[in-house]
Antibody
Framework: EVQLVESGGGLVQPGGSLRLSCAAS????????MNWVRQAPGKGLEWVSY????????YYADSVKGRFTISRDNAKNSLYLQMNSLRAEDTAVYYCARDPGGSYSAFDIWGQGTMVTVSS | DIQMTQSPSSLSASVGDRVTITCRAS??????LNWYQQKPGKAPKLLIYAASSLQSGVPSRFSGSGSGTDFTLTISSLQPEDFATYYC????????FGQGTKLEIK
């Protein structure tokens, strides 16, 4: 079964750090581009970050640039999001999502999400 | 940055109805437009990619159309399991989602 499973969420104080993980199974992880998308409570979807299949190309949303770092370990079939200098507005469910790439980009497989709460 | 605007923000309809949701981009995005369905407490699900291509496993009552700046998602005959929130997403330049359209039972 094709599956993505996020972990690492939790409660953190403002200014703190957290590292999210996304474990992939059921497909050749190293062949796919990957993304992080977040959803604040009761709000819509916000794209956070992108990483190419090799890890050589990375993009960030302006809202997280300089604070978040996306990475992947293809040998471990895992995607990561290192989040530093966390703010209250980073509170959200964080999803990892697969992108087959090609001519038209779309997120065809999503994890179940992991909740991050930034609060004192 | 490309902005995506969906209309309406919410919609009440009945089982069997034909429903159309609109998404407008702030600049031309060709056919780089995707549609997702999200149910409460669940991850989004890809329905339509490249404006009009049906994702594998998605019922044929869902269809998408448009190019440039104006796009539509149509559900030809609403089923009980279709009541959810729908999002458009552009993938022309980085990624941006619309604000969502909540489809509720009338």
């Amino acid at each position: 079964e094709v599956q993505l499973v996020e972990s690492g969420g939790g409660l953190v104080q403002p200014g703190g750090s957290l590292r999210l993980s996304c474990a992939a199974s059921g497909f050749t992880f190293s062949s796919y581009e990957m993304n992080w998308v977040r959803q604040a409570p009761g709000k819509g979807l916000e794209w956070v970050s992108y990483i190419s299949s090799s890890g050589s190309t990375i993009y960030y949303a302006d809202s997280v640039k300089g604070r978040f770092t996306i990475s992947r370990d293809n040998a471990k079939n895992s995607l990561y999001l290192q989040m530093n200098s966390l703010r209250a507005e980073d509170t959200a469910v964080y999803y990892c999502a697969r992108d087959p790439g090609g001519s038209y980009s779309a997120f065809d497989i999503w994890g179940q999400g992991t909740m991050v709460t930034v609060s004192s | 940055d490309i902005q995506m605007t969906q209309s309406p923000s919410s919609l009440s309809a009945s089982v069997g109805d034909r429903v159309t949701i609109t998404c407008r981009a702030s600049q031309s995005i060709s056919s780089y437009l995707n549609w997702y369905q999200q149910k409460p407490g669940k991850a989004p699900k890809l329905l339509i990619y490249a404006a009009s291509s049906l994702q594998s496993g998605v019922p044929s009552r869902f269809s998408g159309s448009g190019s440039g700046t104006d796009f539509t998602l149509t559900i030809s005959s609403l089923q009980p399991e279709d009541f959810a929130t729908y999002y458009c997403q552009q993938s022309y330049s980085s990624y941006t989602f619309g604000q969502g359209t909540k489809l509720e039972i009338k």
